[in-house]
């Protein structure tokens, strides 16, 4: 057990909602863990009159996420956290009803739908044409991220709905069929309404199982506004149909993939329909923008790597923005995936994972005078997988831990202790969407070179 810091957790309460304030939540859980002790990997904590266990040990990540899977589930605080924006969804839904909403979205994600190489290329050109270099070469100092998220909301609107939002380019305004009885919804908020949406979720789950305790107007109105826009492209799909769309064919004939319009073929009820796309749209955005600034982040800060990388995507890919790229260049670019792996282990997109305990059970790990022993886990316990925690723990990557190193995953292999994806039934969907994106090269002034993933 964490040591009490006072007779009723309240110490521990007010210090985790202010590491979550300060986005340094996941540090917050290393530097608890490290003052009980280096070699302590799992440990219960009390906060308030609540129980729950946390781990950074990689076979109890396997018990909760694959080989004791049907002991856990989503917690049900996360599912009511969420449940205001993303009602019952894949996301958000157990048993029966995720298995149901699991198979319903899963045969979307099959390698041809995903591959869609025009979708991202476009995209792609409208975040370029967002970074203009002066005279001299080189672009003012500017602020990356936001444009990342804007990227990401403009590829994963037109790949669920058909339309982008254009949150990167707002002249280019989509032309939008009129619905009857429905106002034309506000795309351009869309991005602000996600990130406040997602801040009161953050604060919600911080509160552990007082979130009924963080409501609030300003995460209704965000709500309110997110669901009048999906329920709007759910309704042109569900009045007009899929041959009535204009988008459905693209201009050399090629029919394009709209997730929505396969959604559709297995559900009409427009609930379904809004919660199940919203997850995606959720699940896809915040992940892919963050990745993209982390991956920038790291290549700003280690010009080694950034100039190793540069020659290689050079090398394999040429110079050419047009050029075509294959799935088999794509893998034999090892150096590029190490890099990203690395930005995934030093920062953690996904830095907390969790599990509720359906059942009294066990972890294979914690116990005994050493923590090499089974521990019980009580029906209804909250198990925290703190998947930073894992990824910076010097005994399993080394004593230069904390250095950003992508050589580091030459001939290693990937075990419990990584994983940025989650693993077993819930895995991420969106995942082969991610790694096997296209990568081209755009020279931008003199010595800069963007990738695109
Ligand atoms: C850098 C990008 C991404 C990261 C790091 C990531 C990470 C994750 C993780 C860790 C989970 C497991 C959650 C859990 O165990 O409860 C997950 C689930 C999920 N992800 Fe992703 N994700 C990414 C991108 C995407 C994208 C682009 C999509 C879809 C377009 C997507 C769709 C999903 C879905 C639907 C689930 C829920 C699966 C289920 O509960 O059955 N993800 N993701």
């Known amino acids: 057990m964490l040591p009490k810091k006072d007779m009723f957790g309240i110490t521990r309460f007010r210090e985790s909602m202010r590491a979550t304030r300060a986005d340094r939540g ?3 859980v290393v530097e608890s863990m490290d003052a009980a002790g280096k070699h302590v990997h799992t440990a219960q904590v009390r906060v308030l009159d609540y129980d729950l266990n946390v781990t950074r040990d990689p076979e109890n990540a396997r018990a909760c996420f694959s080989s004791q899977s049907h002991d856990f589930d989503i917690g049900l605080h996360r599912t009511q956290s969420w449940k205001p924006l993303l009602g019952t969804g894949i996301f958000t839904s157990q048993g ?6 699991r198979a319903l979205v899963r045969p979307q994600f099959s390698k041809e739908q995903i591959s869609d190489l025009d979708l991202a290329g476009r995209h792609t050109q409208e975040l370029l044409d967002k970074i203009v270099p002066g005279l001299d070469g080189w672009t003012d100092t500017m602020n990356l991220q ?10 994963i609107t037109e790949f669920l709905y058909g339309y982008s939002v254009h949150a990167q380019n707002h002249r280019a305004h989509a032309t ?30 911080a509160f552990y199982k007082w979130y009924w305790l963080m409501s609030s107007k300003d995460f209704d109105h965000r709500c309110r506004e997110i669901h009048k826009l999906v329920d709007w492209f759910v309704r042109i799909r569900l009045q007009v149909g899929e041959k009535g769309r204009d988008s459905a064919v693209e201009d050399e ?33 915040d992940t892919a923008g963050a990745l993209l600034g982390w991956v920038f ?10 100039k190793k990388l540069r020659s290689i995507v050079l090398e394999t890919f040429g110079p050419s923005i047009t050029g075509e790229i294959s799935f088999a260049q794509l893998k034999a670019c090892q150096y590029m995936l190490h ?71 030459e001939g ?42």
Request: charged share 25%.
């Open 26 to 28: 996941p540090k917050y």
């Open 96 to 101: 029966e009803t995720w298995k149901h909403s």
């Open 146 to 155: 936001p444009l990342f998220y804007n990227f990401a909301l403009d590829t």
């Open 176 to 205: 939008l069929p009129v619905v009857s009885g429905m106002d034309e919804p506000n795309l351009l908020e869309l991005g602000a309404n996600f990130d406040h949406g997602k801040r009161w979720i953050e604060e919600r789950g």
């Open 253 to 285: 004939g090629k029919k394009k993939f709209i997730l929505l319009d396969e959604l559709a073929k297995e559900t009409q009820n427009p609930l379904e329909l809004r919660n199940e796309s919203l997850s995606l749209l959720f699940a896809g955005r």
């Open 297 to 306: 982040y790291f290549l700003a800060r280690h010009e080694r790597v950034f």
């Open 339 to 409: 890099m990203i792996n690395e930005c995934f282990r030093v920062a953690a997109v996904i830095p907390l994972n969790e599990r509720v305990a359906v059942r009294d059970t066990t972890l294979p790990r914690g116990g005994g005078p050493d923590g090499s022993q089974p521990i019980f886990i009580p029906k209804g316990r909250q198990i925290l997988i703190a998947t930073y925690a894992m990824q910076h723990r010097a005994d399993i990557w080394g004593e230069d831990v904390e250095e950003f190193k992508p050589e580091r995953w």
């Open 412 to 453: 290693r292999k990937v075990g419990w202790e990584f994983l940025p994806f989650g693993a077993g039934p819930r895995n991420c969907l969106g995942r082969k969407w991610i790694s096997v994106a296209p990568l081209r090269t755009k020279v931008v002034g003199r010595n800069t070179c963007l990738l695109e993933t």
